[in-house]
DNA sequence: CTGTGGGCAGAAGGCCGACAA
DNA sequence: TTGTCGGCCTTCTGCCCACAG
């Protein structure tokens, strides 16, 4: 994580170049105001890893991956169209017949009310309505409301999440425009640098905890690594103090147009 | 600074419970987003004061306090009507008549363009007419694109200010609300506060400059204080480890509905 | 002196199918 | 299959004054 080679920050000679941890807790949470997500970490680093101490942190890697829920999505590049005041939003014919409700084919024209939650529990009603020649799905009522409220624009990316209890949950992803101000204005990037150095050592030193915050989508790299992939980049190319990687993430597949889960 | 008693901070027995700094440079910023305003301090501590040291100190400090700009301004709290899409801004008359350009009354009605700059050197446009029955002073066209932009509501203030060039200058402070999410999520308050001890630390053990971010009116308490009032505090009541203070700031004195300089 | 509300005209929002890529 | 457009009606915006506190 050294950055310039300024030498205004402190050295941590005691602070090993990777920290093996236990990962107490971690939250998943999202920026009220942007979405933006990350997690919320508290590590404990532990300090002689013994074969038994690795089996435990594998086993702790394996249930975490055990819970995840089936669930079918679809997402969206907004258009022009579906971000303009003039109209609503057209729904990609196999998405909305794969992820919304069914619609009732015998009213004329078909229609139903929607109810989506966001990552903030809020919920967001939409007229879908089945209608136009030829015909379409659309979100008509309340979708305009949704695109302010998200402050999005055409390029942005909208989600729709079909969960294992058939509840729609609704997620947005921001096109990458200009790296959201994450430099905060109350504290100087010096000391965000030695906050974090110095929270990790004073707990490696003490056998205490400390808290991060991660965000994939912010952080120049990864600087948290699942201990099973850690320990596979070991025994087959070898890490060096240095070396730089990257690991591919499970959401990264969203590169085209329009995905969804087969 | 010493929060909790939560004792997962580190503790600096080398960084003394006062640092006396000499201030290298400081410059007053604001938020993009918000308009809330801070001051960017680099600050370089000085090991021992001698005499000539704090001669030098306070001489620099009287140099600060010399460039006072002459200034005029007025301050208004926004009401319902000033902050609804109904209309526009109504301006309290000798506010008006004091601050703003004079009129031409031989118009019918008396109207002209006035153009104020705010902090991010945004310059904002606003028709100014003098009609109604009785006759007020009004900011019409351009007035709710402000509001807006700002997200101004009812309680909130607006200040004007005309400066020694004569220009129009445009402020706002908005009413107490929740306290504007400071705790960003980047970073742990763990590691903010540890962020700041250390690199305080670091730069006192090293005689380097450390850079600290200074929001008054988000602080909970003053933390950096002028070295002229801190010997005059030192040399009236004693300064002891823990004792609560507090100054009060020039801008504090905005507590009527509308205030200017005489 | 100034905050709010009614009147009114023009701008913007928003639902619709047509059409074409 | 779906992005954009013109048509058309509704809602909102915003400038005016009256009136009252």
Not at 106 to 120: F, M
Not at 130 to 144: A, C, M, N, V
Not at 211 to 218: E, K, S
């Given at each position: 994580?050294?950055?310039?080679?300024?030498?205004?920050?402190?050295?941590?000679?005691?602070?090993?170049?990777?920290?093996?941890?236990?990962?107490?807790?971690?939250?998943?949470?999202?920026?009220?105001?942007?979405?933006?997500?990350?997690?919320?970490?508290?590590?404990?680093?532990?300090?002689?890893?013994?074969?038994?101490?690795?089996?435990?942190?594998?086993?702790?890697?394996?249930?975490?991956?055990?819970?995840?829920?089936?669930?079918?999505?679809?997402?969206?590049?907004?258009?022009?169209?579906?971000?303009?005041?003039?109209?609503?939003?057209?729904?990609?014919?196999?998405?909305?017949?794969?992820?919304?409700?069914?619609?009732?084919?015998?009213?004329?024209?078909?229609?139903?009310?929607?109810?989506?939650?966001?990552?903030h529990d809020t919920i967001w009603t939409f007229r879908h309505i089945f209608r136009g020649q030829p015909k379409r799905h659309l979100l008509t009522t309340g979708w305009s409301l949704f695109?302010?409220?998200?402050?999005?624009?055409?390029?942005?990316?909208?989600?729709?999440?079909?969960?294992?209890?058939?509840?729609?949950?609704?997620?947005?992803?921001?096109?990458?425009?200009?790296?959201?101000?994450?430099?905060?204005?109350?504290?100087?990037?010096?000391?965000?640098?030695?906050?974090?150095?110095?929270?990790?050592?004073?707990?490696?030193?003490?056998?205490?905890?400390?808290?991060?915050?991660?965000?994939?989508?912010?952080?120049?790299?990864?600087?948290?690594?699942?201990?099973?992939?850690?320990?596979?980049?070991?025994?087959?190319?070898?890490?060096?103090?240095?070396?730089?990687?990257?690991?591919?993430?499970?959401?990264?597949?969203?590169?085209?147009?329009?995905?969804?889960?087969?």
């Amino acid at each position: 994580m050294r950055k310039d080679a300024d030498a205004q920050i402190p050295s941590y000679p005691n602070l090993p170049s990777k920290l093996i941890c236990i990962l107490h807790s971690v939250t998943m949470e999202s920026d009220p105001d942007t979405d933006e997500v990350y997690a919320r970490m508290t590590l404990q680093p532990v300090s002689n890893v013994t074969q038994c101490d690795k089996e435990i942190l594998l086993a702790s890697e394996l249930a975490l991956k055990q819970n995840k829920p089936q669930t079918e999505f679809f997402c969206k590049t907004l258009t022009a169209s579906d971000t303009s005041t003039h109209g609503g939003f057209s729904v990609p014919r196999r998405a909305a017949e794969r992820i919304f409700p069914r619609l009732d084919f015998s009213l004329q024209p078909p229609a139903q009310e929607l109810q989506a939650r966001d990552l903030h529990d809020t919920i967001w009603t939409f007229r879908h309505i089945f209608r136009g020649q030829p015909k379409r799905h659309l979100l008509t009522t309340g979708w305009s409301l949704f695109i302010s409220g998200k402050r999005l624009l055409a390029g942005d990316s909208v989600l729709f999440i079909r969960d294992a209890k058939q509840q729609l949950l609704l997620g947005i992803r921001r096109a990458n425009r200009q790296p959201t101000n994450l430099s905060s204005s109350v504290l100087s990037s010096d000391s965000m640098h030695i906050g974090v150095l110095a929270a990790a050592a004073h707990a490696a030193a003490n056998n205490s905890q400390f808290t991060i915050f991660y965000n994939p989508r912010a952080s120049p790299s990864e600087f948290v690594i699942p201990f099973a992939k850690y320990q596979k980049a070991v025994y087959g190319n070898q890490l060096s103090l240095g070396m730089r990687f990257r690991m591919m993430f499970e959401t990264e597949e969203s590169g085209t147009r329009s995905t969804w889960v087969q």
